[in-house]
């Protein structure tokens, strides 16, 4: 019978199989928040236990081991301390902008101090949990499913009516992915919330106003930067914090003289102080820092005091800079606003995550008014029914008396009133009290006040503008509650301090690059010769050289690749073949001019670089990478942006897979790329064709390549104005192409057939490149040589007509490479 129960199975399978499950129980079941409630499972367990247990802010604290037993016994079959460790944290001010539990004990402290035995401490509901987070979970507001074992019935979610998710922030790490939001300001968030309702269509920058960062509840400073709009507008970004800290004289006694000393009020959010203050001393002791003479802790429960003695000859300012530089005085808080929406781990915008708490509290108050209409509806029938009843005392009581029993008295009153059954209940169980004149005008007052209520609820039901309006005032209403001034103060020019501190910790390299740049004319321009070396040339040098004029044809100069105003400190991307990049440091060619692999970062010095992007300021620009396997992928340009002395991969690649070319990209262009068997794809770039991806990611396949062909080139430009795509063979000849009358293919396709070869054993022929039609191309050929390509045969040529070009190859010469010189726009 055993042997008959076996089921063999691969080992692998197994293996995924079980992996994946346990994966997804930690992604839904454990790790993340909700993207509604903002609370994670065990979170939601807590609060729902003790509400089952009564544990309101008006009763008595209970024993936190009595709240974790409830938890463990009938909804969350985990660890006991687990389930302590997320109630503590619920309770910790220093963790919570607004703790949702209110705790009685020793919670722990900003020292990592760990909190007494579940057994010692005690809590309860805090008012702004009980009251706005629980207050509607009986009213059929969210859906229950059972318990691990199916005993009791627990909430999918909470009806929320404020989104904690950010409120109070969330940490936690998943398989494969994490989440860390910042807490932040109720009243911002309120009024963010009323701004989008009154107005659907507000726009980021007006949004990023009303909430222009977190708020923690340590206080200290956030440094406004660009790490914070990427923050809200891509769902990532590190948001730099810091502590207070100013400089006081203090005198240490009688006789002596004054000593100045840093006196240090509030920690950026999370910081362990007693960790932080330990880390201080070692620095002192083991001299990375002098001028120090004493480091003491003078905090009490009226507030935080470090107090940092300065030696009588030491600069106390020099000092504050170094702890800003060199300590966690001032660090950077990652964010990532992960959460779940609709049980999927998404990755959210500020404006999404607060459009899917809209909806979800939208939902909650119609689901609400729901069951309060049926209530109501129901109270009115009976109420009905007992007005009826004092109005037709004697007959009721008569039809009573005749009846031999309950069954009898409610039918006779069915049929001779023509009431239902609720109602005739309703007047059985009526009490004698309801006869007097005075409850007689209490029951027409309480009819009065449900007719009243019922118009009301059924108007939020059928009219949307009313139920925003019931939405609206009860936010207003928790506001005025549970609002509270800001702690964590917002100081502007954050970029630049950050630029200073990196330039403080890297002075080698940075502060050199800075000198570097001063030194240069701002009337001066880059030029990266064919041969890769790069120079920086005056503006009139290159005018009286014609670098940039369509006719300059001079043999004695090398081509130019790029030509590139300095002013504007423009960054330029290398890209290598081995899928990474780096910002080329090109600064340092005004005063040693030579080759590219001199200028390029630490990573790519001996890398080939296929590409050099100059990076413009243009909104819903993103990097397009093709590798040679046919795979095409989209990154933000935003990942790439913060890179400065070090190389960073962008693709990562299979053995014998090589990047071909990087481009810019932008939503709503069209991608063209062509293989060197002249097949031409077209596809439309756009979030669902190519959605954004991570550094790692290998890319979507986009071609399917026959055996020997091979990709050779990529572009990406806008088809508001026709333009000509033009084929070139390595044998000399050309075809041309209108980029609108090219087909547009979906992924996988095997696109437009842009030339056709005839066979030719003794000389391969192949498309050795292709460009968009201009007046600044360059083609190589295997002998070294440099021809620029006159324009006007191409303008004149037919479409779909393969031509000879008017360049003379020598026998057994063939073109290698094109080229088209990059410079700015405009120009």
Request: with cysteine; charged share 30%; net charge positive.
């Amino acid at each position: 019978m055993a042997k008959e129960r076996l089921k063999p199975i691969s080992l692998h399978q197994e293996m995924q199989r079980s992996y994946l499950e346990y994966a997804m129980s930690v992604i839904v079941g454990r790790a993340l928040p909700d993207a509604r409630d903002g609370l994670k499972p065990v979170q939601r367990r807590i609060l729902f236990a003790m509400h089952e247990l009564g544990l309101t802010p008006d009763r008595p604290y209970r024993k936190c081991a009595r709240v974790v037993g409830d938890v463990l016994g009938k909804y969350h079959p985990h660890g006991d301390q687990a389930v302590y460790d997320a109630l503590v944290r619920q309770v910790q001010l220093f963790n919570s902008r607004y703790p949702i539990l209110d705790g009685h004990g020793n919670f722990g402290s900003i020292d990592d101090d760990p909190p007494a035995a579940m057994r010692y401490t005690e809590t309860r509901l805090a008012p702004i949990s009980n009251d706005a987070i629980l207050s509607e979970i009986d009213q059929e507001t969210v859906d229950f499913s059972p318990n691990f074992d199916g005993s009791q019935q627990e909430p999918d979610v909470l009806p929320a009516q404020l989104p904690f998710l950010i409120l109070n922030g969330s940490a936690g790490i998943a398989v494969g992915m994490a989440t860390s939001i910042p807490p932040h300001n109720l009243n911002e968030v309120v009024e963010a919330l009323i701004a989008i309702i009154k107005k659907p269509s507000l726009n980021e920058e007006k949004l990023l106003e009303l909430i222009p960062g977190p708020d923690f509840p340590t206080g200290g400073e956030i440094l406004i930067s660009h790490g914070i709009k990427e923050t809200y507008t891509k769902g990532r970004g590190s948001i730099t914090m810091r502590g207070i800290a100013h400089i006081e004289e203090i005198n240490p006694g009688k006789g002596k003289h004054k000593r100045s000393v840093i006196i240090i009020s509030e920690l950026p959010y999370q910081l362990n102080k007693a960790g932080w203050i330990e880390k201080l001393a070692d620095l002192v002791n083991n001299g990375k820092v002098s001028g120090i003479a004493d480091i003491r802790d003078e905090s009490d429960r009226d507030g935080m005091r470090i107090l940092v003695e300065v030696k009588r000859d030491s600069d106390p300012k020099r000092i504050l800079d170094f702890l800003y530089q060199k300590t966690a005085l001032q660090n950077n808080f990652g964010a990532i606003l992960l959460a779940l929406v609709n049980g999927q781990p998404v990755q959210l915008t500020l404006r999404k995550l607060l459009d899917n708490f809209l909806e979800f509290r939208e939902n909650t108050i119609l689901l609400r008014s729901n069951y309060l209409l049926k209530n109501i509806k129901n109270r009115q029938e009976i109420v009905e029914a007992l007005i009826q009843a004092t109005n037709n005392l004697r007959e009721i009581i008569d039809l009573i008396e005749k009846s031999k029993d309950t069954a009898e008295a409610r039918n006779n009153l069915i049929i001779n009133l023509k009431i239902n059954e609720r109602q005739a209940d309703g007047i059985l169980g009526m009490p004698l009290k309801k006869i007097t004149s005075l409850e007689k005008d209490s029951l027409k007052n309480e009819i009065k006040d449900l007719k009243s209520k019922r118009i009301e609820l059924e108007l939020i039901i059928n009219d949307k503008k009313e139920l925003m309006k019931v939405m609206i005032k009860e936010m207003k209403e928790l506001k005025k509650r549970f609002g509270s001034p800001r702690r964590t103060k917002l100081i502007e020019g954050g970029d630049a301090l950050i630029a200073e501190r990196m330039a403080n910790q890297r002075p080698n390299k940075e502060l050199q690059r800075i000198n570097a740049l001063k030194e240069l004319s701002t009337d001066s321009e880059i030029i990266i010769q064919s041969n890769n070396e790069i120079k920086i040339i005056p503006s009139i040098t290159i005018k009286k050289l014609k670098l940039k004029d369509s006719d300059q044809n001079r043999k004695d100069i090398l081509p130019t690749k790029l030509i590139w105003p300095i002013k504007d400190e423009p960054k330029i991307l290398a890209v290598s073949q081995e899928g990474k990049v780096g910002l080329l440091k090109w600064e340092f060619a005004g005063q040693k001019p030579g080759p590219i692999e001199q200028f390029l970062p630490a990573g790519l010095e001996n890398d080939k670089i296929i590409n050099l992007i100059p990076l413009i300021e243009v909104k819903d620009i993103s990097l397009g990478l093709i590798s040679s396997d046919g795979k095409f992928k989209r990154i933000s340009i935003n990942e790439i942006k913060d890179i400065s002395n070090r190389s960073t991969t962008i693709l990562k690649l299979k053995d014998s897979i090589k990047l071909k070319t990087c481009i810019l990209c932008k939503e709503n262009n069209y991608l063209y790329i062509v293989s060197d068997i002249g097949r031409i794809i077209k596809i439309k770039i756009t979030e669902n064709n190519f959605p954004f991806m991570g550094k790692l990611a290998q890319g979507t396949n986009i071609i399917k390549l026959f055996p020997g062909e091979n990709i050779i080139e990529a572009l990406s430009f806008e088809e508001k104005h026709d333009k000509d795509l033009i084929l070139v063979t390595n044998k000399g000849s050309f075809i041309k192409h209108s980029t609108k009358e090219i087909k547009e293919s979906k992924r996988g396709e095997l696109g437009t057939m842009g030339i056709h070869f005839k066979e030719n054993k003794k000389i391969k022929d192949r498309v050795i490149n292709c460009f968009i039609n201009n007046k600044y191309v360059y083609i190589k050929t295997d002998k070294e040589r440099y021809e620029k390509l006159k324009t006007d045969q191409i303008d004149s040529s037919p479409y779909k007509k393969e031509k000879k070009l008017n360049i003379e190859l020598n026998d057994n010469e063939f073109i290698t490479s094109i080229f088209s010189m990059i410079i700015p726009e405009k120009n």
